[in-house]
């Protein structure tokens, strides 16, 4: 057996290990199939798409350490406008803009009118505006987060697969702030409202609060910290 023979070189040997497959990519060359002028965002991506196929958490958590560490060097547009974990300083900045945005309601008499109005309209006993605001709320919050162009939110862990945690938290964070609110400043009760109109007074706080809270939580960028989803591991 000659040496072209025993390595594999010689005439119906099999392919080189440079040559290309049936599919064009070219066998054993790691930079095959990827983007031509690579830069740190093709990295994050290509980080994005090893954290979704691995199992072992021990090895997900380096890799999300990898993909923060990558966001933080210079030339990376994701160090000021992509955002994905989702810690408690996002909820304390939630707070923040939840309050800040909440305030000038709170010492209107309006509030009291628009409530008032959600609850007398209601044709066939369906209290129309009062959903339709709810809805708007919910809509408005996800538009700001994941549709307007302020920052690059990407959805990771979602609850049951499916509700986005920071979607979730800037409702929750919202909705409990213009609740304690109107209740600390006395405008929950004021003028003896029925529990519907209470609920209703709450709503119409909730939309400026849900406003503040997203802005709060997004504008500042990614926040440093543990995310919420490895403090229950």
Wanted: no cysteine; glycine share 12%.
């Amino acid at each position: 057996m000659s040496r072209d023979d025993e390595f594999g070189d010689g005439p119906g040997s099999g392919e080189n290990p440079g040559s290309a497959d049936a599919g064009g990519a070219t066998n054993g060359d790691p930079t095959a199939g990827g983007p031509e002028h690579p830069d740190i965002d093709d990295l994050l991506n290509k980080l994005d798409a090893l954290e979704a196929t691995v199992d072992d958490d021990h090895e997900r958590r380096k890799v999300r350490q990898t993909i923060a560490m990558v966001e933080r060097m210079p030339g990376s547009k994701a160090f000021t406008s992509r955002i994905s974990k989702y810690t408690g300083r996002d909820m304390a900045e939630s707070f923040v803009g939840a309050v800040i945005f909440s305030l000038p309601l709170l010492v209107e008499d309006g509030v009291f009118e628009i409530a008032e109005w959600f609850v007398e309209f209601s044709p066939g006993g369906i209290p129309v505006f009062f959903i339709v605001n709810a809805l708007f709320v919910l809509g408005m919050t996800a538009g700001l987060l994941y549709y307007a162009d302020f920052r690059q939110v990407q959805v990771t862990k979602p609850i049951f697969g499916l509700i986005p945690r920071r979607y979730v938290g800037v409702l929750g964070v919202s909705l409990l702030t213009a609740f304690l609110m109107l209740l600390m400043w006395g405008r929950l009760h004021e003028e003896d409202p029925t529990a519907i109109e209470q609920v209703a007074r709450v709503t119409v706080i909730w939309a400026a609060a849900a406003f503040g809270a997203a802005l709060g939580d997004i504008l500042p960028g990614e926040s440093t910290g543990q995310d919420v989803s490895e403090i229950f591991e």
